[in-house]
């Protein structure tokens, strides 16, 4: 019996694996290109919040709130001394921190207002502004993002607290002067900062100048005016460079609005660069911002001024004094609301 032969074709062979490499059919599942991956995994985002964990990459990531253009609420307020002190209690005196029965209502003025950026005068230190943040959370004012502030007095602080990321700038070069021989420093300094919002970059320069408690080492006025050429000399150096740059300066001036003080931070009335004192009034129509009780006078020493490019975004009608009943029993000073659109 014979054994079939066979032959092999190896050209057949040859054409069939040829044919079968580049056929679909034949191939394993098309996988991404490394540049395709590379793509998708920026596109994946994680945010943060003032509270919680960073959210999954499967979370929603939410709009930049600050390149909107819903209205901002600004406010400004002089807290009174939220800090550290020589304090008198039935007669007797201690350091102390404020204490609870003027906190209270203090939180409570500013969370009426419910301010998107805080700018404050009287704080302490870090830890003081810390403690007072974390109050503010309790209250369901959430301000994330903070700047602390110090001139020569190492006692009283400025600080601004803000929903939205703030930028500071460096202090200004000319942060002293002389008076009677002696050289002297902004004793609270300049607060500078720009926080993007309302859809604008705005910028925020904060102050609380010279007390008018007499001192004898110069002239309490003297030393105010000079503190505010120095402010003025910062505000020109803003606005030469850019005329239409939306800039805000407020804080307890410690002057009323006639006074040198005040009108030289304002600019001339016919200056490009001039700024704008804006007018809010209280529920009464009543424009005074602090209570001197020693004396029992009422005037107005906390300003908020704008600048031209400023001004059209401002809601006027919608901006206020903060008047509740119990205003006096956290700060000797009434809040001002500042809404900008």
């Known amino acids: 019996m014979n054994t079939p032969k066979f032959s092999i074709n190896y050209a057949s062979i040859i054409i069939g694996v040829f044919f079968c490499l580049f056929t679909p059919s034949c191939k394993d599942p098309p996988t991404a290109s490394t540049a395709d991956w590379e793509n998708k995994a920026q596109t994946k985002s994680t945010t943060t919040t003032a509270v919680g964990p960073p ?3 499967t979370a929603e990531v939410l709009p930049d709130a600050s390149a909107s253009n819903e209205a901002v609420r600004f406010l400004s307020y002089n807290l009174r001394n939220y800090l550290v002190m020589r304090r008198y209690n039935d007669g007797k005196s201690s350091y102390i921190e404020k204490p609870e029965s003027e906190i209270e209502p203090l939180l409570n003025v500013i969370a009426e207002g419910t301010p998107d950026i805080l700018g404050i005068c009287e704080i302490g230190s870090l830890k003081d502004l810390i403690d007072f943040q974390k109050r503010l959370a309790i209250k369901g004012i959430h ?3 903070t700047h602390h502030v110090q001139g020569s007095d190492k006692v009283r602080s400025l600080a601004i607290l803000s929903k939205y990321p703030i930028t500071p700038h460096p202090k200004p070069k000319d942060s002293s002067y002389m008076l009677e021989g002696k050289e002297f420093f902004i004793s609270r300094g300049i607060l500078d900062a720009s926080i993007k919002a309302a859809g604008k970059n705005i910028r925020f320069l904060g102050v609380h100048l010279k007390s008018k408690r007499p001192i004898k080492e110069a002239d309490q006025e003297m030393m105010r005016r000079n503190e505010a050429a120095l402010l003025r000399k910062h505000i020109d150096h803003i606005l030469k460079s850019d005329k239409k740059a939306h800039l805000v300066v407020y804080g307890d001036l410690n002057d009323t609005k006639r006074t040198k003080t005040v ?7 016919n200056s490009s660069i001039r700024l704008k004192i804006l007018d809010p009034a209280d529920s009464r129509g ?4 602090h209570h001197w009780e020693r004396e029992d006078i009422y005037s107005r020493i906390d300003f908020c001024m704008v600048s031209l490019g400023l001004e059209p975004h401002i809601d006027h009608k919608a901006s206020k004094l903060l008047d509740p009943r119990y205003w006096a029993q956290g700060s000797d000073h009434r809040a001002i609301l500042v809404i900008i659109r």
């Open 263 to 269: 009108s030289s931070i304002k600019g001339r009335g």
């Open 55 to 57: 959210a999954t990459d």
């Open 286 to 289: 009543e424009l005074w911002t």
């Open 143 to 145: 301000l994330p993002h």
